[in-house]
């Protein structure tokens, strides 16, 4: 027994993982020996109290090289005599206590470190005490991913401001959340067990994150009782041993909802004491809290306007009350009003400018205007917002969104982090000189003292953080792209990989194909050539829903006739958009020729048959994007599956079963958004793969007991437009027929609605040999919002492998409903092998 839980550990086997260690796991090195040169013997971290960030880094290096080499080393305060040593201190900690060579850390920045491995000593040198957390973890990580190189270089931050916005509300819930509930909050309290937010800190300072609001950007002032700031007091305090400083997202009306004031009007004397009464309180129970961040004016929040005060002013009352303690306003550009869509001209994406360029320079200092990257909402593509090059004498910073709200919620694999990219490389030439938004959010380019970025992340209770393992690669890439925006996202996501699974070639390759495959494929799959994600806007964000984006007041319009698409954004012609960006960058938009395929329907309202600058027109270009990208996911599958034994079975099958779902998703998003402008547009496919399905039989052809034809809505998200539902709740419904395929082996796929509100069950036989028995359980599993319709939401496929068929079999499916689930199927489809329908 003994023996052969030795021969487990050095062999490295992979044991199950649930993923809470998430890139931090510090796995055992295999083939290193205990006694190389470059494994520490003592850990030297000067300072010897317990709340501070160095001290966490001596526990942190200590965790690190038991996990990684099986080495007990021992921390000391103080120096010693040793070779083999790390040492890791505040610059000014390890000057005084070694003396110091200055010119090695006199370009370091807050938050910044040196970390110098020459010489058989470590010197992790910070900056000030984070900054010295960061180069511990900085190490780690070199030696998790078997690096010993011999390295000595100062690493600075982009920007001061790195922040996560998680939006957990105070029941416990989390707008846009798909990993479980609030590691915070629960019943309208702050949780008593911390473990998991301390937990949390960890992951975010191991990435240099150094903030964290941790409450709904929809906020609720109940957050502000003397309870609840005893609660956020505790938070920060489980935040402080790793740098992370805690922030709270503000209702705006709070001084009349909480505290009875009869107004909440940002230029009245009681007010404006209000809130520096509130501030002082939080101060006094969080003397180093970052921050607040307010969402005013913005779809139904209150705020300024209400009172006929800018934005501006709205904006400083906060940064007044904040101001003696160093603290900071967010304030969010996401403000727009209800449009009109019969209005040409109207757009939603016209709204941050117009509301906010005017008011350039009656910022306070403290203030920063936390801009999203694009003019909507986070979707699959968007342009860089043309805000960033509109306020020269504001601070800004970027708005990101780890949580994949309208990019698959996390049930799909879309790595973000070259999404990201394209808008902080964008050179917007404000002046005609350069100006890449990286420059911008730095306060580089215009000179301002603050800025930086936040995400908006939705990590819950669930032991893989955010629902999916693959998922914390955006985690890990936004901290990695706070702190340095010109990295590499495949080098990033190949660090993430290294440390979370394996450093095994094969690994590495798989999971890199996967992930950068796999925004370009989710791009196709759900809304290409910048026409949006064209999800369902007015229900999850998830499925497939194309016409929810027009006919309503959101201004996520397509404006899709059965001749045209687009919005047209033009200055010439449109809703004056493109104008908004300096000359050169409005000049480039303005023409359909100079704007790249991938945005053209966001900037022109074209003929369904206008040529790309590719050479296909624009509808084929919608077809074959669609067949390439869910042909894409398909390959998710066996890429992951060739790695089976290389990683932990609990990740390994956790993994598989999202990517087969997504695989059968991007089917349901291929054919819905396919059948939909095929129908609207009257254009074929000039590969006739669209509304051609050789290889499916519809449920509603087959022979039905106590099952009925159902037609669904919208149209597109059937097959045929047509599913089956049991007769009644309690039915069992029926549906067989005989096969006339050649005989062979065939993948067979069976499409289904898995609804929320039941749990049906489908029992799928062949000649009555049972071939597949499942039920609809996947809000219990997935996790993305549920849907109790019949749509592009519940719409799923589950693929039944490698069956034996002959000609005349009998296929039976037997669907048992359950609540107000009917035990809905859409189709039958047999795959020969190649085949893909
Ligand atoms: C999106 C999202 C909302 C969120 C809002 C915001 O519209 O769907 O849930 O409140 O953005 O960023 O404030």
Not at 113 to 120: E, H, I, V
Not at 134 to 142: T, V
Not at 377 to 401: C, G, H, K, W
Not at 542 to 551: A, E, K, L
Request: net charge negative; hydrophobic share 40%; aromatic share 10%.
């Amino acid at each position: 027994m003994m023996r052969a839980l030795l021969l487990f550990l050095t062999l490295g086997v992979a044991s199950a993982e649930d993923g809470l260690a998430a890139w931090l796991r510090y796995a055992p090195l295999p083939g290193v020996a205990k006694s190389e040169g470059s494994i520490p013997s003592n850990i030297v971290a000067l300072n010897a109290t317990t709340t501070s960030p160095v001290y966490t880094a001596g526990l942190e290096l200590q965790k690190g090289i038991q996990g990684i080499f099986g080495k007990q080393v021992s921390i000391t305060h103080q120096s010693i005599e040793s070779l083999s040593t790390v040492v890791v201190g505040t610059v000014d900690a390890y000057a005084q206590e070694y003396g110091l060579d200055d010119d090695d850390t006199a370009d370091l920045e807050a938050d910044g470190f040196w970390l110098s491995t020459l010489n058989g000593t470590i010197q992790i040198l910070g900056q000030n005490e984070r900054g010295a957390l960061y180069g511990a973890f900085e190490y780690l990580s070199m030696l998790a991913q078997g690096n010993f190189s011999q390295v000595s270089y100062i690493s600075n931050p982009n920007a001061p401001i790195r922040w996560v916005n998680q939006w957990d509300n105070m029941d416990g819930s989390i707008e846009r959340g798909y990993g479980g509930p609030s590691i915070f909050f629960q019943n309208g309290l702050i949780v008593n067990d911390l473990s998991r937010a301390e937990d949390y800190a960890r992951l975010l300072a191991s990435v240099r994150i150094n903030g964290a609001i941790i409450n709904n950007v929809n906020a609720n002032a109940s957050l502000l009782t003397p309870q609840n700031i005893a609660g956020l007091k505790r938070v920060a305090d489980v935040f402080r041993p790793y740098g992370v400083q805690l922030g709270i997202s503000l209702n705006f009306a709070s001084p009349q909802l909480l505290g009875n004031l009869s107004t909440f009007d940002p230029l009245d004397a009681s007010v404006i004491d209000w809130w520096t009464n509130i501030t002082d309180q939080i101060y006094e129970a969080v003397p180093d809290m970052a921050g607040y961040l307010v969402k005013a004016n913005s779809e139904g929040q209150p705020g300024p306007i209400t009172y006929n005060r800018t934005l501006a002013q709205g904006a400083n009352l906060f940064a007044k009350a904040l101001q003696p303690y160093g603290g900071v306003a967010m304030f969010r550009a996401f403000v727009y009003n209800q449009l009109n869509e019969s209005d040409w001209r109207a757009d939603r994406a016209n709204a941050a400018v117009q509301f906010f360029k005017d008011l350039d320079g009656q910022f306070d200092d403290n203030v920063v205007v936390q801009i999203k990257y694009g003019p909507i909402d986070f979707q699959v593509r968007e342009p860089t917002s043309p805000l960033f090059a509109n306020l020269l004498q504001t601070n800004t910073a970027i708005e990101l969104e780890v949580a994949q709200e309208y990019l698959g919620q996390q049930c799909h694999l879309v790595y973000l982090a070259p999404l990201w990219k394209t808008v902080l490389d964008f050179d917007l030439k404000v002046d005609n000189q350069s100006s890449v938004v990286s420059d911008i959010i730095s306060g580089k380019r215009f000179n301002r003292p603050l800025g930086g970025s936040a995400a908006v992340v939705n990590v819950g209770t669930n032991n893989t953080w955010l629902g999916s393992h693959l998922a914390m690669s955006n985690l890990y890439a936004y901290g990695r792209l706070a702190w340095a925006p010109t990295q590499d996202p495949e080098a990033i996501l190949q660090d993430w990989t290294r440390l979370t699974f394996s450093r095994d070639p094969t690994v590495l390759r798989a999971i890199t194909q996967m992930s950068m495959e796999s925004w370009p494929a989710y791009e196709n799959y759900s809304g290409n050539l910048g026409v949006q994600t064209l999800t369902d806007i007015l229900y999850t964000h998830f499925g497939p829903n194309p016409q929810s984006m027009d006919n309503n007041g959101w201004g996520q319009w397509t404006r899709a006739d059965h001749l045209t698409i687009g919005m047209d954004r033009t200055v010439s012609n449109g809703t004056g958009f493109a104008g908004q960006y300096p000359p050169e960058i409005a000049a480039m938009y303005e023409d359909p020729s100079t704007t790249p395929d991938d945005l053209l329907l966001w900037f022109h309202h074209v003929n369904y048959t206008h040529v790309l600058h590719s050479g296909k027109t624009v509808i084929q270009h919608f077809y074959d994007a669609h067949y390439n990208g869910s042909a894409v996911a398909q390959t998710f599958v066996p890429l992951w599956e060739s790695l089976k034994g290389k990683i932990d079975d609990q990740r390994y099958n956790h993994v598989l079963f999202r990517q087969e779902y997504q695989a059968g998703h991007s089917i349901v998003w291929r054919d819905a958004i396919s059948n939909f402008y095929h129908n609207l547009s009257g254009i074929p496919d000039t590969e006739n793969r669209v509304g051609n399905h050789p290889w499916r039989i519809e449920a509603e052809s087959m022979s039905l007991a106590g099952y009925k034809p159902y037609q669904v809505s919208p149209f597109e998200m059937a097959s045929n437009y047509t599913a089956i539902v049991t007769l009644t709740n309690s039915t069992v419904g029926t549906a067989d027929t005989t096969l006339n395929f050649p005989d062979g082996k065939y993948d067979v796929g069976v499409n289904y609605f898995d609804l929320i509100g039941g749990i049906s069950r489908w029992d799928v036989s062949l000649n009555n040999n049972s071939i597949a028995s499942w039920t609809g359980n996947l809000e219990n599993v997935l996790g993305h919002a549920p849907s109790i319709y019949l749509d592009g939401h519940s719409a799923t496929r589950k693929t039944i492998r490698g069956v034996q068929v002959k000609k005349g079999d009998v296929l039976k499916i037997v669907g048992t409903p359950n609540g107000i689930e009917p035990a809905p199927l859409d189709y039958v489809v047999f795959l020969p092998e190649g085949v893909l329908d």
